[in-house]
């Protein structure tokens, strides 16, 4: 745990960054919406981003021997259960709670 | 009009305000109570939980935030970090310039509260017509921060009181990221983007970095599609069959 005011830093850094794109259409971009480069990062960049974002889960695993399956797995019951129920509260409960479930096994 | 009738409509447009909003409220005190109990694990007091609501007011954001605070990422990872994955709400602005009646301090509130679901709200309800369209979109997006910082200030104060073990509560930040990969994929039903990213991902945490994982694979990704995008410009199945081959 760092201090409050590294926190502080932190939370100004993510609010900048978050209320920057939501104010960059307003002021700027409206006047090349439909440029192809935006429209093309417009569809491909946010399944980009959910992909890597996914990977980075097995940031701190070591995947050359079997740490990782655990996460391989729940990740599977998530999308399981979303593919299932197309609920998105019960898939992110189901697969945290199962691994939740390993990890205080001592599985993971 | 006399001043008991307008206090009469303003009260109905808040009811109808309210019932518009009903569904973001059951999916957002839940998920900001998630977001609150996995951020208590990081040690720090619930009010910083109840700041992030307030001032960052992101979803998916602020969990990516406990993860990277728990990474200890620098401020520039997570600068990138946080604006790429919200930069589909650049792509929420770009439809809705020109359609915010309000002005000054409301309509900034209304751009800075722009959320997935106060976007789907503001372009999906159909509004009777004694309901205000100005006071209406204000109106939502500051009921649904509401149900969020509840959410997230509740979760952060019971993650603090809870004896139980929340060991492994942090896989709510993958779980999430899963479920939003697969609505992409609904949306997009092209699987070549979400495979070249695998692929990137994986390469880099293998080979590359892992600590600067997500930073370089986001640089690295962006630069294979806009090279894509430069070879084959604007073909619609560019991205397949580079995959394919």
């Known amino acids: 745990m760092e201090s409050a005011g590294y926190l502080f830093t932190v939370i100004a850094v993510m609010t900048a960054a978050t209320f920057l794109t939501r104010v960059l259409p307003f002021v700027l971009l409206y006047k090349v919406a439909d440029h192809h480069i935006l429209v093309f990062l417009g569809k491909y960049l946010p399944p980009v981003m959910m992909v890597l974002l996914v990977v980075y889960t097995f940031k701190n695993e070591d995947l050359a021997s079997t740490g990782f399956l655990p996460e391989l797995g729940c990740l599977a019951l998530t999308a399981a259960l979303h593919l299932m129920f197309k609920h998105p509260l019960v898939s992110i409960l189901g697969g945290t709670g199962a691994y939740m479930a390993l990890v205080q096994m001592g599985v993971s | ?245």
């Open chain 2, 1 to 245: 009009m006399s001043s008991e009738e307008s206090t009469q409509i303003s009260h109905s447009a808040n009811r109808f305000v309210f019932q518009a909003s009903l569904p973001v409220m059951f999916g957002y005190i839940p998920l900001g109570m998630a977001f609150g109990v996995l951020f208590s694990d990081l040690g720090y007091h619930w009010i910083f939980a109840t700041l992030m609501g307030v001032f960052i007011f992101a979803g998916a954001g602020q969990f990516l935030a406990v993860g990277l605070l728990a990474n200890s990422a620098g401020l520039m990872e997570m600068f990138i970090t946080i604006f790429l994955l919200n930069s589909r709400h650049m792509f929420y602005g770009i439809s809705l310039v020109g359609k915010i009646p309000n002005k000054g301090a409301k309509r900034l509130y209304q751009i800075f509260g722009l959320t997935d679901e106060t976007y789907s709200l503001l372009t999906s309800t159909r509004l009777p017509e004694w309901v205000d369209p100005a006071e209406f979109q204000f109106k939502v997006t500051l009921f649904n921060q509401i149900y969020w910082v509840i959410g997230c200030t509740l979760g952060a104060w019971l993650g603090g009181q809870i004896t139980f073990s929340t060991a492994g509560i942090e896989f709510v930040l993958p779980a999430l990221f899963m479920v939003l990969t697969l609505e992409q994929y609904k949306n997009l039903k092209k699987p070549a983007p979400f495979l070249l990213a695998l692929v990137i991902g994986i390469v880099t945490l293998l080979f590359i970095s892992r600590d600067q994982m997500l930073l370089i694979s986001i640089l690295l990704s962006m630069s294979v599609l806009l090279m894509i995008h430069a070879g084959k410009r604007w073909n619609p199945q560019a991205i397949s069959s580079q995959s394919s081959q």
